[in-house]
């Protein structure tokens, strides 16, 4: 089975910097689209950025547009979420998950066809 870690969360000022990352020692990453999304405190978990399988697209929550950025380093069989100009808003915490039969295009973040949930990571944005 799949299994996916992740790395890189952690405490930091409005206005700052921070790389997620999400890792499979056991499948190669690069055969699925892999996506990221976030729980905050009293909200339901919402799609953040999606990779899609050939790297060919990338997707964004309208939120984090412009400051979100999602790529894969296939030697290191990584994807990461590099988060700058970070809100209190993004505060949360991180997931990742891959899609192993994606569609030809994601209209929309959700969770349908995610799977292999990493363990989590919390992104904590002070003020």
């Known amino acids: 089975q799949l299994h996916l870690t992740q790395s890189g969360g952690g405490l930091v000022q409005a206005g700052g910097s921070l790389r997620l990352s999400c890792q499979s020692s056991?499948?190669?990453?690069?055969?699925?689209?892999v996506g990221w999304f976030r729980e905050a405190p009293g909200k339901r978990r919402e799609g953040v950025s999606v990779?899609?399988?050939?790297?060919?697209?990338?997707y964004y929550a309208d939120s984090v547009k412009g400051r979100f950025t999602i790529s894969r380093d296939i030697a290191k069989n990584t994807v990461y979420l590099q988060l700058r100009s970070l809100k209190l808003d993004d505060t949360g915490v991180y997931y990742c998950?891959?899609?192993?039969?994606?569609?030809?295009?994601?209209?929309?973040?959700?969770?349908?066809?995610?799977?292999?949930w990493g363990p989590g990571t919390q992104v904590t944005v002070s003020s």
């Open positions: 998950a891959v899609d192993s039969n994606p569609p030809s295009f994601y209209y929309g973040l959700t969770e349908d066809g995610f799977e292999n």
């Open positions: 056991t499948f190669t990453l690069d055969r699925y689209a």
């Open positions: 990779i899609s399988r050939s790297d060919t697209s990338t």
